[in-house]
């Protein structure tokens, strides 16, 4: 059996994993980075980049199909070819992950292992049959995997996650969509749009990332318009008919039916990988899913010499997040026992729709926790449809919601689902990084005609609500902590 000693010991060599070592590297030369399975980020193989090469083979197709209203008459049929798509899909995807690999062939030979792991005690960790690791300190970072009911296992390989997706050689005529969250919406509408009957089932009535109810009406209205979504699904009966999958449902008006589709694609939700790492072994919190659980700004364990990072942690599934949490993660195992708090930047998400969806800061269910005992928020609105920017290019179609404290005239958050929605988190989450108010966000620049005017619309709207409840300040004042 090889023995390893080790200062620091970076289980998982994805997003997290690798920004881990890059910063315990910067403060010890003793690191390990172990990983069990094949090189590449989540990201790169499965997650943001292929993805994103699927909806924009969506968009040139969609937008091709709807130029009428411009006035411009595309004569003949369009044509999709799915075994092209799927080439390009697959083979960006595989120069995107060649590019990580190739960053990770540049780390010393001596400082990476391969193996799966397992915690023997706090600081001997086990690999495979081959290896034992005695590591001082220990940053996981296993990263998540899908996850769905296991009764699901019986439809067999027409079982599929947003992982197998990506290597389709071709499209297929037809697909249910389980779970109208991030992967579900982006993966859906994009299939839709290439010519994929989609059919697209929630449960409880979310849709997207939502927690402001307006919001999420509007975004199931618009996606339902596109193409078959129901967010409150009720399913009867799904098996393997021949080489389709049986689904047996009740519609959205009360009537059984009964569809047939080439796949079943469970996008229910991401498990962080860390069952299997004997946790139980040693005697470390976890919280009700058995995920470890860890102070956000340092990232340290129930146990001060392991510290997580992530999607292991199951806090933000982010890239952007996994990247700062790694370095943070990895940062305080080098340092350790002198650790600090690390950098955390305000929240950001984007699903890449169309309409897109975003989310800035603290979300309307946090404000509302926050502050929504004295009523000492505002919230201001626009709509997307008369937004003079979005009709130019017919892209009219969304709604804005920010949050402002009362008393002080911060701003607190936004849900957003419109035009560019990406690009106006970017300015949103910038402005509360900086902890800005409603007044200093206005009088910021803006220009004519762009479609960042309907944020000053809702900016306006928002600072003429704070105002108006101005007189509420003493009795938020009364609140107690929070206001």
Same mark, same amino acid.
């Given at each position: ?19 881990? !070592? ?125 996850? !769905? ?55 409880? &009535? ?56 080439? !796949? ?67 940062? +305080?195992?080098?340092?350790?026992? +002198? ?48 937004? &003079? ?8 179609? &969304? ?85």
């Amino acid at each position: 059996m090889k023995q390893v000693n080790v200062q620091v010991a970076v289980i998982g060599a994805g997003s997290a994993g690798l920004s881990a !070592y890059r910063a315990a590297k910067q403060k010890t030369d003793s690191v390990v980075l172990i990983e069990g399975d094949a090189y590449g980020t989540t990201c790169a193989r499965v997650g943001c980049m292929p993805s994103k090469l699927l909806i924009a083979a969506a968009e040139v197709a969609h937008n091709a199909a709807h130029t009428e209203p411009f006035g411009i008459v595309i004569d003949g049929q369009i044509n999709i070819d799915g075994k092209k798509v799927m080439q390009r899909v697959r083979d960006e995807r595989d120069r995107f992950v060649r590019l990580v690999v190739g960053a990770i062939d540049e780390i010393d030979p001596h400082d990476k292992l391969i193996g799966h792991v397992k915690f023997v005690t706090e600081t001997q960790l086990q690999l495979d049959e081959h290896t034992t690791v005695n590591a001082q300190r220990v940053v996981i970072a296993t990263g998540s995997r899908p996850t !769905y009911p296991s009764a699901w296992s019986d439809l067999g390989d027409k079982l599929i996650v947003n992982d197998d997706v990506f290597d389709w050689q071709d499209l297929p005529s037809s697909v249910a969509v389980f779970g109208p969250g991030v992967i579900g919406l982006e993966l859906g509408q994009a299939l839709h749009r290439l010519g994929v009957e989609v059919l697209m089932f929630g449960m409880g &009535g979310k849709v997207g990332p939502f927690t402001d109810s307006d919001i999420m009406a509007y975004a199931e209205k618009t996606f339902s318009d596109e193409f078959y979504l129901d967010a409150d699904a009720k399913i009867s009966n799904m098996q393997l008919n021949g080489e389709l999958v049986e689904i047996t449902y009740i519609d959205k008006q009360g009537k059984e039916k009964i569809k047939h589709v080439d !796949y079943v694609l469970a996008a229910t939700g991401r498990r962080p990988n860390v069952d299997n790492l004997g946790l139980d072994k040693i005697a470390i919190d976890v919280d009700d899913r058995g995920v470890p659980v860890a102070d956000p700004h340092t990232m340290q364990t129930s146990i001060p010499s392991i510290f997580i990072a992530g999607d292991a942690s199951n806090q933000v599934p982010l890239l952007h997040e996994a990247a700062d949490q790694g370095k943070i993660a990895g940062s +305080n195992a080098g340092i350790y026992p +002198n650790i600090v708090a690390g950098l955390r930047r305000s929240s950001i998400a984007a699903v890449f729709t169309d309409p897109q969806l975003a989310m800035v800061g603290l979300s309307y269910q946090q404000v509302t926790e926050k502050l929504g005992g004295c009523g000492c928020f505002e919230t201001g609105s626009v709509s997307f449809e008369n937004q &003079g920017r979005s009709r130019v290019i017919l892209k009219n179609k &969304g709604l804005l919601h920010l949050y402002g404290e009362q008393g002080t005239g911060r701003f607190l958050g936004a849900e957003i689902i419109g035009p560019e929605a990406e690009h106006l988190a970017h300015l949103l989450a910038w402005a509360h990084q900086n902890q800005m108010t409603i007044s200093q966000m206005l009088a910021m620049p803006f220009y004519h005609p762009v479609i960042e005017e309907g944020v000053r619309t809702a900016l306006r709207d928002l600072n003429a609500k704070l105002k108006l409840g101005s007189a509420m300040i003493s009795e938020c004042m009364e609140c107690g902590p929070g206001c």
